[in-house]
């Protein structure tokens, strides 16, 4: 079948499910945006597939309609983002089925979800496909819009609307760049093509439109300091949302952010030298701030912000790479940033899920009032204790590879990029490392405070293992999590033929990967399969010895305590708390508590609370809304609720129209 119509096919299939849900019995519904969630990924899948192995689709549509032709096309790079979507999306679906049972009472909501989020699959794959600029804003705000809606899922929740609100403020701030960035494409080349945008880099300077490029899709990213939307709008999601848009819809930012590296033509340095600089702190900043919070859906919002910052580390790495003509670097830099962006996608929406079947069986997000859910979860257990070893970059698992191509493309750069530059390669490899170790810190607090011990609280009910359902997506996750920590030279070919594509310092014969790059890749797949292979074959010896004994439980030792309460076990705020003091100037502790006076010989019984605000909503834009809004009171008196006032604006306004036209001003 040709790939065009494969592609219309996978316009028309959603359509015409999202008019066929509202119509068929409540128990299908979610069943049929499965099927069709699968259907769209599998004829999308083809083209893609075809277009990592070199066989490029090219304009599905040609009209005339306003700006040009609309095209769309597939090429190695979407192709890429197109799979990575189709698999979340496949996971996020299915996951779903069995998480939304819980509000089976709201059909008509229901109903709605589904319907949503099927325009949300579909819009973020033209996103990877459109080629004309306002075909892709359009594509781009019908992705924003259903993701809105879906965030706003218990939308009686008055944080929920709150947060959905704040993220769509947020994303048409990232539109308005957008627009300018393509208009000012327009006004320069006649076109809004994205070839255009390659023409105008070849005969301007290319360091002002970039950076409103980078700013418009930086937002989506969650690059500091328009990240807030990610810690308010996942908490509020439902959990497959939730693992969808941290694993999916901010990558479509670093989509964004690579289609315009790819074009441009001069300033590498100093666009690579800023991206570098401003990811490092974007990951400093994600990874700080997730070890404080209590939150375990808030804590893993911030974990995506710490790796958007590992990935635009990456695009910085081949950007100067790009500008020294040092063809590894680019491979390595870029190779990182796009297998990072796949490894990321798996073990957050991993993450996710297995927080959202924490909060079905328990109501609560707040870590501080759980505790011991491995005995009545094992398998969750499991599954967070995979995505926390992997999202740290532990081997066997796929985080160690992406973080290894960057480290390495790190340490390449302060032996060749030049002395100018060796200060801030040796502050990012500080940084990256600082990183992974606050990073093994914050998931070492949130698996004991969650799974160990013994419950800190009283629960509404007894929490068990979640259905069948919602763990087969996960074991599936974590099956191609360990292919890519198993067959990491595998996923470098695949990310490399994709450099290659569109840097031609890295293709053809004018460039070959060392032996010692592919060796040590090799190693490291086999090392992870021994690895692997030792505790398995632990487990079995041990179970072979053990089994013709009698194993007996008990208890764990109490420390000594004849009668220890579930108040003596450390908290998560009593794990990170040093942290946070050390930090205090970036992390915005709240605090609750009337301290005891020195007349208060027997103090009463008080209480403590105390919660993280973040640096930059506390500091920068509350203060300058509360500018804004304080300059508006100003003009309250315009409405002032007397209608005869709003007549007389009317007429003013009219008579303004008469004279401008009579005297020819308008």
Not at 522 to 533: C, H, P, T
């Amino acid at each position: 079948m040709n790939e065009s119509i494969l592609l219309l096919f996978a316009l028309l299939v959603p359509v015409a499910g999202m008019i066929t849900i509202p119509f068929i019995p409540h128990p299908f519904r979610a069943r049929l945006s499965f099927i069709i969630v699968c259907l769209v990924a599998m004829v999308t899948t083809v083209p893609a597939i075809k277009a990592l192995g070199g066989e490029e689709i090219d304009s599905l549509f040609d009209n005339s309609l306003l700006a040009g032709n609309w095209s769309f096309h597939v090429d190695r790079l979407s192709a890429w983002f197109i799979l990575i979507i189709n698999l979340t999306c496949i996971n996020g679906a299915f996951y779903g089925m069995g998480y939304m049972k819980q509000y089976d009472a709201q059909r008509a909501n229901l109903s709605l979800h589904w319907v949503l989020f099927l325009l949300f699959q579909a819009s973020m794959l033209w996103v990877c496909m459109a080629q004309n600029g306002l075909v892709f804003l359009i594509v781009w705000e019908l992705m924003s819009i259903s993701s809105f809606l879906l965030v706003l899922f218990d939308h009686q929740n008055k944080t929920t609307l709150q947060a959905g609100i704040n993220y769509l403020v947020q994303m048409h701030i990232g539109v308005l760049f957008l627009a300018a960035a393509f208009i000012w494409v327009y006004y320069s080349e006649g076109s809004l093509e994205f070839s255009a945008i390659e023409r105008f880099f070849s005969t301007h300077s290319n360091f002002w439109l970039f950076l409103l490029f980078f700013t418009g899709f930086g937002i989506k990213a969650g690059f500091i300091p328009l990240h807030s939307w990610l810690p308010q709008a996942h908490p509020a999601a439902p959990s497959h949302i939730s693992g969808v848009m941290s694993g999916v819809i901010v990558k479509l930012g670093i989509y964004g952010i690579f289609r315009m590296v790819f074009f441009l033509k001069q300033d590498y340095i100093l666009i690579g030298e800023i991206v570098v600089i401003l990811s490092v702190l974007t990951g400093l900043y994600g990874i700080l701030n997730a070890s404080v919070h209590r939150d375990i859906k808030k804590m893993l919002a911030y974990c995506t912000i710490e790796n958007i910052g590992i990935i635009g580390l990456g695009i910085g790495l081949g950007l100067l790479g790009m500008g020294s003509g040092n063809g590894l670097l680019v491979v390595l830099g870029f190779t990182g940033a796009l297998l990072h962006t796949l490894n990321h996608s798996l073990f957050k929406s991993l993450l996710f899920f297995t927080a959202g079947a924490v909060y079905q069986q328990t109501h609560t997000r707040d870590m501080e009032k759980l505790g011991g859910l491995i005995h009545r979860m094992p398998q969750s257990a499991v599954f967070f204790l995979v995505g926390a070893m992997a999202i740290g970059g532990l081997p066997p698992f796929n985080g160690f590879v992406s973080e290894f191509l960057i480290y390495a493309g790190i340490l390449l750069g302060i032996k060749s990029i030049g002395i100018a530059s060796n200060t801030l390669m040796i502050s990012s490899l500080a940084g990256l490392a600082f990183i992974g170790g606050v990073s093994l810190l914050t998931f070492t607090k949130s698996f004991g405070t969650v799974f160990l011990g013994t419950p800190r609280s009283p629960l509404p009910q007894e929490p068990k293992e979640v259905s069948r359902g919602m763990r087969l997506p996960q074991y599936f996750i974590i099956l191609i999590m360990l292919s890519v920590g198993l067959l990491p030279s595998f996923y470098f070919s695949v990310t490399g033929s994709i450099v290659s594509a569109f840097v031609p310092a890295t293709a053809g014969g004018s460039f070959s990967v060392p032996a010692a790059l592919t060796n040590s890749l090799s190693s490291i797949g086999k090392f992870s399969l021994i690895f692997l292979a030792l505790p398995v074959l632990i487990y079995f010896i041990r179970k072979r010895f053990t089994r013709r004994h009698r194993v007996a439980t008990g208890p764990t030792w109490g420390c000594g305590y004849t009668a220890p309460t579930a108040g003596m076990q450390y908290t998560g705020k009593s794990f990170s708390k040093s942290l946070g003091k050390l930090m205090n100037f970036m992390l915005l502790e709240k605090k609750k508590y009337r301290e005891i006076r020195t007349n208060e010989v027997f103090p009463p019984e008080r209480k403590y609370t105390s919660h993280y605000n973040d640096f930059f909503v506390t500091r920068v834009f509350d203060g300058l809304v509360d500018r804004l809004l304080y300059s508006m009171n100003y003009f309250q008196f315009i409405q002032n609720g007397k209608i005869q006032m709003y007549i007389l604006y009317g007429i003013f306004f009219i008579v303004l129209v008469f004279l401008g036209t009579a005297l020819k001003l308008i």
